[in-house]
């Protein structure tokens, strides 16, 4: 298929799975302020056959999701697909919620993907088939204590999702959330981590990514949830 796909959040957890998972069927563009693991998912990538562009740096900073587009355009001359990955977790009751703890969920897990849809449009618009899938969570339509801000933040993602998909309607740009139930990633805080045997794996996350974004064009799956068998919420 030979897409170009930006990932953000790729070096580790879902965002690293979804990359090993597309690598050589897809050319990819890897985002994430970890800048030696990002390096070294792309050497080992790159050294299987495949392409990737590592590009380490911090999608909150001023401009930096025009620049993550400018640099993928300038390496691959275009652009089919972006997955919005990158988020923050952290826990906190209302009563210990400050403006800071606020700012970096709405921030990451809200405001940088719309950004960085926005500056992808115009080269997604040109391209056949083009995707942006947004990774958000259960916690979007369920309701966890102290988790406010981050339920707040996936749940503006999934709205903001359901309008821009619309906004696109007879366009080459699909939208597509993947809802992931508990996770076995780095996300969580040691104290608050769930039994892993109960809980999905990344790669099973990144095997839904890859499902949404190999649909042929007369597809659409709007939203698909992976939930953990084992019952971790």
Known sequence: ??????????????GAATAKALAGRHRLVLVARRGGRLDDLCTQ???????????????????A????????????????????????YEQAAIGA????????????NLIVPMLLAQAALPHLRGRRGGWIINVSSVAAEAAFTATGAYT???????????VLREELR??????????????????????QRPDPERMCRAEDIAGAIRFMLELPRTANVDRLVVAPPGGAI
């Open 1 to 14: 298929m030979n897409r170009v796909v930006l990932i953000t959040g790729a070096s580790s957890g879902i």
């Open 45 to 63: 990538i790159n050294a299987e056959g495949g392409e990737a562009l590592p590009i380490a740096l911090d999608l909150t900073a001023a401009n």
């Open 65 to 88: 999701p025009a620049e993550v587009v400018a640099r993928s355009i300038e390496r691959f001359g275009g652009l089919d697909a972006v997955i919005n990955n990158a988020g923050v």
């Open 97 to 108: 919620v400050t403006p800071e703890h606020l700012e970096r969920h709405l921030r990451l």
């Open 152 to 162: 707040a933040s996936k749940a503006g993602l999934e709205a903001w999702s359901r």
């Open 170 to 191: 007879g366009t080459n740009v699909r939208v597509g959330v993947i809802a992931p139930g508990a996770t076995d990633s780095e996300i969580w805080p040691a104290t």
